[in-house]
């Protein structure tokens, strides 16, 4: 309930162009297991080696049935870039095919977590995860408060910084495009913010009525994928406004491309590939 599903990490490590796929993967987990540690009351040693033991599974079928499925996906991608001439409807495909695949993993990490989330049932380490939740929502509002030309140059910079390694230095325009992304976007954060807020209040009101394993983990697959409406006011439009200012983004940036920025990048998502099939055997 509380750290990024892995893929959705692990495709920002793809984008950023991270020089070792497998030091970035099992870095993931080390991370994963960190936001577990901290979210949930594991001073038990009982509770603390059941949910190793989850995190354990997770990554194992992770492995198994995830990596070949984000090769072949990055496989796909090398080859739509090296036949030139990408359509926008190629670019909304590439991101409907990593939805799909995120979909997928976060069901597949939710079967493991009702394990582990239920039980943290209980009034004191629900209380415990509230306390967290409201701790790094503190930590969130308190960097919210920063001047906002501030943040927005924060991100861009990193935006940048993260497309270079992947694609070689961008050229004055294709900044631009990541700036003007930056900027359209800086003020989603608070929309996000408050639905993440609502989300863990939902989460936790439904945790104290003590469900069945099978119900929480449809909880959890429905409250991550598919929160309601009501739950959290206009994110679905944000959510929906966002991906479509991202899809235009990589439009931009990949028509944009020079001849050895598209042989950099066919060449890093086949190598890409390569690891994590290495990975996965």
Not at 1 to 6: D, E, F, L, T, V
Not at 101 to 122: F, I, M, N, Q, W
Not at 183 to 211: C, E, H, M, N
Request: hydrophobic content about 40%; some cysteine.
């Amino acid at each position: 309930m509380a750290s990024k599903p892995i893929i959705a990490v692990f495709l920002i490590l793809v984008l950023a162009g991270c020089s070792s796929l497998r030091l970035a993967y099992f870095g993931l987990d080390v991370a994963a297991r960190n936001q577990v540690a901290f979210y949930l009351d594991l001073e038990d040693e009982d509770e603390r080696l059941f949910a190793d033991a989850a995190m354990d599974r997770v990554l194992d079928w992770h492995q198994l049935e995830m990596l070949p499925r984000y090769a072949a996906f990055l496989r796909e991608q090398a080859g739509v870039l090296e036949a030139g001439d990408v359509s926008r409807e190629q670019v909304m495909a590439a991101m409907r095919q990593i939805r799909a695949l995120y979909e997928e993993t976060v069901r597949g990490a939710t079967a493991e977590g009702a394990l582990v989330l239920k039980r943290h049932a209980s009034e004191p380490r629900r209380g415990y995860l509230k306390a967290r939740f409201d701790e790094k929502n503190t930590e969130r509002e308190e960097r919210l408060a920063e001047p906002m030309a501030e943040r927005i140059e924060r991100r861009a910079d990193r935006q940048i910084r993260n497309i270079e390694r992947f694609l070689g230095e961008l050229s004055g325009g294709q900044r631009d495009h990541v700036r003007a992304y930056a900027s359209a976007t800086a003020s989603g954060s608070s929309v996000w913010l408050s639905a993440r807020k609502s989300r863990q209040k939902a989460f936790l009101a439904y945790l104290a009525t003590d469900p069945k394993i099978d119900g929480l983990k449809r909880y959890l697959d429905k409250i991550l994928l598919a929160p309601d409406e009501n739950m959290a006011p206009g994110y679905r439009q944000f959510i929906a406004g966002r991906t479509e200012r991202f899809g235009r983004l990589m439009f931009d940036i990949i028509t944009s491309l020079t001849e050895d920025q598209r042989e950099t990048a066919v060449n890093r998502l086949r190598g890409y590939a390569d690891e994590l099939l290495a990975i996965s055997s």
